[in-house]
């Protein structure tokens, strides 16, 4: 802007009125440029310190913000993170030693019951042997004394009929030969009065073959016969009665009434046979 200069009065200082109003409105104008300039720059400054303030105040306030927030997060994320790993790693050691547990318990249980059931069997084993063995000694000592009992009471009872039967029979064949030797010697003195002794020693020779052949067929098959049939039923009526049940007394009774036949038969065979034979000799 121009500075108006124009002469007029002058004050005391030496200027001129028209000087002082000019100096005045500069003055004026100056300072209210100066005003202006200042205000604007006080906005112009308090806004780029206001904004520069924001910014850093922003800046601090979200890097507080950030490193809080990161803070609160980072101790929540680890603190769940930690939970979760804790549950995690208690369910794991806990599932572990479970299942540990539970291994140990089942084979502690398992080598218990099996101590217990070899130790049941163990005991039932040895009662059941025990059982088996005290019968099966019992049965073959009561079979050894059925057997023994079988034995001598057959042959007690066999050898008391054998000696009664045979007392007997040879009661009977003695009062036999005696006939025969009676009726032989008067027939043979009757012949050998009546015939020459050639006829007489023809006739006995002839009657002595003929009566010894009569009389050992007779007395063989009579004695076997009734001596077989007497011992064969007697001896099977007093074993199927004293021992019926017993298979050992059905043996020792077929093996003696087989035995005390063939003997029986044999003894008075030849006993006939000599008997009839001496007889003939007379």
Do not use: F, K, W
Request: proline share 0%; aromatic share 8%.
């Amino acid at each position: 802007m121009g500075l108006l200069i124009c002469d007029g009065e002058q004050d005391s200082r030496g200027y001129s009125s028209g000087q002082a109003t000019t100096r005045g409105s500069s003055n004026r104008a100056a300072s209210t440029a100066a005003r202006i300039y200042s205000s604007r720059a006080a906005r112009t400054a308090a806004r780029i310190y206001s904004s520069r303030a924001a910014r850093t105040a922003a800046r601090i306030y979200s890097s507080r913000a950030a490193s809080t927030v990161t803070r609160i997060y980072s101790s929540r994320a680890a603190s769940t993170v930690a939970r979760i790993y804790s549950s995690r790693a208690a369910s794991t050691v806990a599932r572990i030693y479970s299942s540990r547990a539970a291994s140990t318990v089942t084979r502690i249980y398992s080598s218990r019951a099996a101590r217990a059931a070899a130790r049941i069997h163990s005991s039932r084993a040895a009662r059941t042997a025990a059982r088996i063995y005290s019968s099966s000694r019992a049965a073959r000592a009561a079979a050894r004394i059925y057997s023994s009992h079988t034995a001598s009471t057959v042959t007690r009872i066999y050898s008391s009929r054998a000696t009664s039967t045979v007392a007997r029979i040879y009661s009977s064949s003695r009062a036999a030969s005696t006939v025969a030797r009676i009726y032989s010697s008067r027939a043979a003195s009757t012949v050998a009065r009546i015939y020459s002794p050639r006829a007489a020693c023809t006739a006995a020779r002839i009657y002595s073959s003929r009566a010894a052949r009569a009389a050992a067929r007779i007395y063989s098959s009579r004695a076997a016969s009734t001596v077989a049939r007497i011992y064969s039923s007697r001896a099977a009526r007093a074993a199927a009665r004293i021992y019926s049940s017993s298979r050992a007394a059905s043996t020792v009774a077929r093996i003696y009434s087989s035995r005390a036949a063939s003997t029986v038969t044999r003894i008075y065979s030849s006993r006939a046979a000599s008997t009839v034979t001496r007889i003939a000799a007379y």
